[in-house]
């Protein structure tokens, strides 16, 4: 069974640019996520989609990020315009029961 | 969300067993006791979880205390690819929600 598939590995951008993430779920797995770790700290869910309807985005930053999961499979995580403290690794996950499976991640960096 | 505390550190060698406490005094009823690591440059992974009764897999064993205050990670015979963070995370069941909130967990060195 093939894992969460996620591109790019690693972005390099200077402030008040504009970069997108996708995230390939494992096939089936209705729920996806995706989650901000900075670095020392544990991920932090970002946005939480069942099929293509959002479940809760509490605590994207709707200002500056934007998601979507339009057929229910893929998504893509936006950021626009990006700031210093977006640096980060940007984790996707899916799960359809109890297991939440993570892709590699991609790491950004705002010069 | 219900909190959990775990120590920032612990050390051990290699082919010993490895203890990692999580305390968790305001857990709910329905709350679960998940258990993720993460390793070096990858994304997190899933260990194992509970709700009251001990649990074991392949990875490990779940110990749950029996006021459900606090659990502990047991790997039998640590390896240097067991060199990770863990995460003691509680996952709230009621209404279908799957959200986990990490904390820092326990970073884990394994001697050889």
């Known amino acids: 069974e093939a894992g969460v598939a996620q591109s790019p590995r690693y972005k390099i951008i200077e402030k008040r640019q504009s970069v997108a993430f996708w995230c390939n779920p494992i096939?089936?797995?209705?729920?996806l996520y995706w989650y901000q770790q900075i670095l020392g700290q544990g991920p932090k869910l970002l946005i939480q989609f069942q099929n293509n309807g959002v479940v809760d985005d509490s605590q994207l930053p709707k200002d500056r990020f934007s998601a979507e999961r339009l057929k229910g499979v893929d998504s893509t995580l936006k950021i626009q315009p990006a700031k210093l403290e977006d640096s980060a690794v940007y984790l996707c996950?899916?799960?359809?029961?109890?297991?939440?499976?993570f892709g590699p991640g991609t790491r950004l960096t705002v010069l | 969300d219900a909190k959990t505390t775990q120590p920032n550190s612990m050390e051990s060698n290699e082919e010993e067993p490895v203890h990692l406490p999580c305390n968790h005094s305001?857990?709910?009823?329905?709350?679960?006791i998940h258990w993720y690591r993460q390793l070096p440059s990858q994304g997190p992974e899933y260990v194992i979880h509970g709700l009251t009764s001990n649990v074991n897999n392949r990875m490990a064993s779940l110990a749950i205390a029996e006021d459900r205050k606090s659990s502990t990670l047991i790997l039998h015979r640590a390896t240097l690819r067991d060199a990770a963070v863990y995460y003691c995370?509680?996952?709230?069941?009621?209404?279908?929600?799957?959200?986990?909130?990490f904390g820092k967990g326990t970073k884990l060195t394994v001697n050889p």
């Open positions: 096939s089936g797995h209705a729920t």
């Open positions: 995370i509680l996952r709230d069941n009621v209404g279908g929600s799957e959200k986990l909130v």
């Open positions: 305001t857990i709910s009823g329905t709350d679960y």
């Open positions: 996950a899916s799960s359809r029961y109890n297991e939440q499976f």
